[in-house]
T-cell receptor, first 112, second 115 residues
Framework: GNSVTQMEGPVTLSEEAFLTINCTYTATGYPSLFWYVQYPGEGLQLLLKATKADDKGSNKGFEATYRKETTSFHLEKGSVQVSDSAVYFCALSNNAGNMLTFGGGTRLMVKP | GAVVSQHPSWVICKSGTSVKIECRSLDFQATTMFWYRQFPKQSLMLMATSNEGSKATYEQGVEKDKFLINHASLTLSTLTVTSAHPEDSSFYIC???????????FGPGTRLTVT
């Protein structure tokens, strides 16, 4: 079956530090890959996505590249801000029903 | 575009009562809606998938008689937690996608507390 594994948090960084949150997956075929962000007390918001190998998704300074050879979709940002503090979920979808399989989530805390 | 709302955003109820949570797609027709449950500091657990006009498909381990899902129109799905107990306290999140769409749009979630 499908599975998504993310690095456990919390990840604590100082403002303007470089961020990497690792995500690897197991799936059949060619899944679409997503990163979602959840701010405290809110639902999930799509941050970025990639639908085929070597695609790079990017948004708000975040980016992730679909690496089929390493089955990875690591999230990166060059300079984090306090407002980036949230929980980040990696997810995949590879069926017509568009069901998502989520990783466990990684909490990011950015200190000023 | 692609906005999904949930109502209420939070609810407190007494043990033994039932609670209904609404999920609406505001600017698109949602042929499929999903209901998730999220425990504190944990990931989302898919509870069920519902298609407009048909019975919901529940994930293994989810009691369909306890968590009643109705998807009566292309813009509305409801989740009713029947005979709620404190262990049902959780954050319930819905999502929706349109016909042929490959992206799910999430609602803001409903926090249920059963006392």
């Amino acid at each position: 079956g499908n599975s998504v594994t993310q690095m456990e948090g919390p990840v604590t960084l100082s403002e303007e530090a470089f961020l990497t949150i690792n995500c690897t997956y197991t799936a059949t075929g060619y899944p679409s890959l997503f990163w979602y962000v959840q701010y405290p007390g809110e639902g999930l918001q799509l941050l970025l996505k990639a639908t085929k190998a070597d695609d790079k998704g990017s948004n708000k300074g975040f980016e992730a590249t679909y690496r089929k050879e390493t089955t990875s979709f690591h999230l990166e940002k060059g300079s984090v801000q306090v407002s980036d503090s949230a929980v980040y979920f990696c997810a995949l979808s590879n069926n017509a029903g568009n069901m998502l399989t989520f990783g466990g989530g990684t909490r990011l805390m950015v200190k000023p | 575009g692609a906005v999904v709302s949930q109502h209420p955003s939070w609810v407190i109820c007494k043990s033994g009562t039932s609670v209904k949570i609404e999920c609406r797609s505001l600017d698109f027709q949602a042929t499929t809606m999903f209901w998730y449950r999220q425990f504190p500091k944990q990931s989302l657990m898919l509870m069920a998938t519902s298609n407009e006009g048909s019975k919901a498909t529940y994930e293994q381990g989810v009691e369909k008689d306890k968590f009643l899902i109705n998807h009566a129109s292309l813009t509305l799905s409801t989740l009713t937690v029947t005979s709620a107990h404190p262990e049902d306290s959780s954050f319930y999140i819905c999502s929706a996608n349109s016909a042929g769409g490959r992206e799910q749009y999430f609602g803001p979630g409903t926090r249920l507390t059963v006392t």
